[in-house]
C-alpha cells in the first residue's frame, strides 16, 4: 500500500513552462515532506523539502506548495529548462522512515 | 567528499547464482538504508542500519536477502539464491544520524537476474 499518491506519472512541456507534479498523504504523523530529482543512472538527490506548518517554500526555480488540511502537496518548476528533465519523487518521513511517491518523469522540450 | 559509493553499478547474474552488492557511506554517517527501485513498484526501504545495528529490517522480501553492517563505513546486500523477480536497482542511502531529514543516495546497482 503505498503511503503516497503521486501524480501524474509523466508530463512534458516546453521550455519556459511550469510542469506541477501533486502528491497526497494520509498518514498525519509524517512531520517533512521532501522531493527528489533523479537523472538517469544516478541515485535521487533532494531537491527541495518543506514542513507541514509551512504553506510555501521556494528555492530558486523550485516551489512547494503545502495544503495541510486537504493532506497535499505539490511542486512547480518555474521557467522550466531542459536540464530540469529528470524523475521527480514526493517523499514523507516520519521518524528514520522516507515514504516515497511514484515518481513523474518530466520532459522539458527546447 | 565522495559521496555514497556503491559497487559494483552493474551485475548480471544466473537464477540461483548468489549476488553481493556492497554500499560505502559517507563517512561519519550513522545511519545507512538500502532501496530497491522497480518499475512496478517503485522506491522501498529493503533494510535500515544506526550505528551499525539493523533496526528496520521489515522491508526485506525473503529470507534469501540478507544484509550486514560489520563497521561504521561497510555494508553488504546479499541475495541468495537470486530470481529473475530480483531484478532491480538497489541503493544504498546514508544520512548523518537517526531521524535526519537528508539522505544522501548511491548511484545504484542495476541488478539483472536472468
Known amino acids: 500500500q503505498q503511503q503516497v499518491k503521486q501524480s501524474p506519472q509523466s508530463l512534458i512541456v516546453q521550455k519556459g513552462g511550469i510542469p506541477i507534479i501533486n502528491c497526497a498523504y494520509e498518514n498525519t504523523a509524517f512531520d517533512y515532506f521532501p522531493w527528489y530529482q533523479q537523472f538517469p543512472g544516478k541515485g535521487p538527490a533532494l531537491l527541495i523539502a518543506?514542513?507541514?506548518?509551512?504553506s510555501e517554500k521556494k528555492e530558486g526555480r523550485f516551489t512547494i506548495s503545502f495544503n495541510k488540511s486537504a493532506k497535499q502537496f505539490s511542486l512547480h518548476i518555474m521557467d522550466s529548462q531542459p536540464g530540469d528533465s529528470a524523475t521527480y519523487f514526493c517523499?514523507?518521513?516520519?521518524?528514520?522512515?522516507?515514504?516515497f511517491g511514484a515518481g513523474t518523469t518530466v520532459t522539458v522540450r527546447a | 567528499d565522495a559521496g555514497v559509493i556503491q559497487s559494483p553499478r552493474h551485475e548480471v547474474t544466473e537464477m540461483g547464482q548468489e549476488v553481493t552488492l556492497r554500499c560505502k557511506p559517507i563517512s561519519g554517517h550513522n545511519s545507512l538504508f538500502w532501496y530497491r527501485q522497480t518499475m512496478m513498484r517503485g522506491l522501498e526501504l529493503l533494510i535500515y542500519f544506526n550505528n551499525n545495528v539493523p533496526i528496520d529490517d521489515s522491508g526485506m522480501p525473503e529470507d534469501r536477502f540478507s544484509a550486514k553492517m560489520p563497521n561504521a563505513s561497510f555494508s553488504t546486500l546479499k541475495i541468495q539464491p537470486s530470481e529473475p523477480r530480483d531484478s532491480a536497482v538497489y541503493f544504498c542511502?546514508?544520512?548523518?544520524?537517526?531521524?535526519?531529514?537528508?539522505?544522501?543516495f548511491g548511484s545504484g546497482t542495476q541488478l539483472s537476474v536472468l
Open positions: 518543506i514542513r507541514p506548518d509551512v
Open positions: 517523499a514523507a518521513k516520519y521518524d528514520y522512515k522516507l515514504s
Open positions: 542511502a546514508s544520512s548523518l544520524q537517526k531521524g535526519s531529514e537528508k539522505l544522501f
